[in-house]
């Protein structure tokens, strides 16, 4: 079984965005902008936005965060996404979500310039994404496709199979799919039968959030798993597949830790560097 090495592919993403990073200085006498707005105290959202910031410093972007408390006013938090839309030196916006109850986060999503908008949640990048057009694509999908490709160069005609159908992963990694020529089947909670669904697949991508969720007697032999899930439990962090008992069938499998989570803020970067080029034309 090929056990698909996360950090490794996010370092190796990095160390190529690095000299793109470099290149365009030299080009265009500027490097891309990363802006993150920040409200609250949420200990994981502090966390990956420190992680972000490290990251876009380590490949070159220049990197912002802008911190706002708990109880800031949402009008304040748009207009300062509105300064950030007209500011040349910002070339990607992201707004750390969970946002508290009183913003909402669709008018936040919504502020966000579409070119601009490098988590991809913009309905205007959905659109284009399912459109089969340039767009941003939602960085933890785009982090699974790139590691499904490095296993497997043509997915044409393969049976993929996403579990969970969130805006986030389930739907955008269903697009990508598509777009390589994949038969997708997009499973759920109502879903009647998914271990059927599973074991007809070549691929499995699982974003569910239940720990341990997909296990060996799903999965058909030779198929790649992404697992993408991050599970709190007591025997520490899992994902949503059961990692002894699918590695034993699987072509390839990603562990948790240490699979697509990487590859997710390597792809926020790669995203940025995008916003930027497309920024120049
Ligand atoms: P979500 O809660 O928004 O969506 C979960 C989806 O799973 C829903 O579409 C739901 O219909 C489906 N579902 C629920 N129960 C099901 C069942 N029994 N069978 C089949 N489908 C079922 O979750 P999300 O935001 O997509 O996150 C999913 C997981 O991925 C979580 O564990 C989250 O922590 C993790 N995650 C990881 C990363 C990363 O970088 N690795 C990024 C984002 C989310």
């Known amino acids: 079984m090929i056990l698909i090495d996360g950090k490794k592919a996010a370092a190796e993403l990095r160390a190529e965005l690095k000299e793109e990073v470099a290149e365009l200085k030299s080009k265009h006498n500027k ?22 910031e490290k990251s876009a410093n380590e490949v070159g ?61 913009h309905p205007m990048n959905v659109g284009n994404l399912s459109s089969g057009y340039e767009s941003s694509i939602p960085c933890t999908p785009l982090g699974c496709y790139l590691l499904i490709k490095k296993i497997e160069p043509n997915l044409s005609g393969k049976k993929a199979v996403v579990v969970g159908r969130s805006n986030l992963n389930g739907k955008p990694m269903t697009q990508l799919l598509l777009k390589e020529n994949c038969t997708v089947t997009i499973t759920h909670s109502k879903t009647k039968d998914l271990k059927a ?61 240490g699979g697509v989570g990487p590859m997710t803020i390597a792809c926020l970067l790669k995203n940025t560097i995008d916003c930027f080029k497309r920024s120049q034309i």
């Open 197 to 257: 669904e599973c074991l007809e697949a070549d691929i499995i991508v699982a974003a569910v959030g239940i720990p341990e969720l997909v296990r060996g007697d799903w999965v058909k032999k030779d198929a790649i798993v992404i697992d993408v899930g991050i599970n709190k439990t007591d025997n520490g962090i899992v994902g949503d597949v059961h990692f002894d008992e699918v590695s034993k069938n699987a072509k390839a499998l990603t562990p948790v830790p």
């Open 61 to 121: 972007l220049k990197s912002e965060v802008i911190k706002y408390p708990d109880s800031v006013e949402e009008k304040t938090v748009l207009e300062k996404i509105q300064e950030l839309n007209s500011d040349k030196t910002v070339s990607g916006i992201l707004v750390q979500l969970p946002l508290p109850k009183h913003i909402d986060k669709q008018k936040v999503i919504e502020a966000i310039d579409p070119s601009k908008d490098v988590d991809g949640f």
């Open 31 to 52: 490097v891309p902008g990363l802006t993150v707005i920040l409200i609250g105290d949420l200990a994981p959202s502090q966390i990956y936005v420190r992680n972000k």
